[in-house]
C-alpha cells in the first residue's frame, strides 16, 4: 500500500496543547508540580500571616 501525503499535509504543525494532552509525562509533570507549587506558596503566606507573640 503507497501512501503519499502531499506538500500541504506534510507542514501542517500541530497546536501546543494537543502536543500536552498528548504526552502523559508533560501531565504527570504538570500533575505533580502545580499542586507542589501552590501548596509550597499557600504554606509559606500562612507562616507569615502568624502574629508574632509578645
Given amino acids: ?10 507542514s501542517v504543525r500541530v497546536p501546543i496543547m494537543q502536543r500536552i494532552m498528548d504526552n502523559p509525562f508533560i ?7 502545580f499542586p507542589a507549587v501552590f501548596y509550597i506558596i ?3 503566606m500562612e507562616i507569615v500571616s502568624i502574629p508574632i507573640a509578645p
Avoid: K, P, Y
Fill in 1 to 10: 500500500m503507497n501512501q503519499e501525503i502531499s506538500g500541504t499535509e506534510r
Fill in 27 to 33: 501531565l504527570l509533570f504538570i500533575g505533580v508540580v
Fill in 42 to 44: 499557600w504554606g509559606i
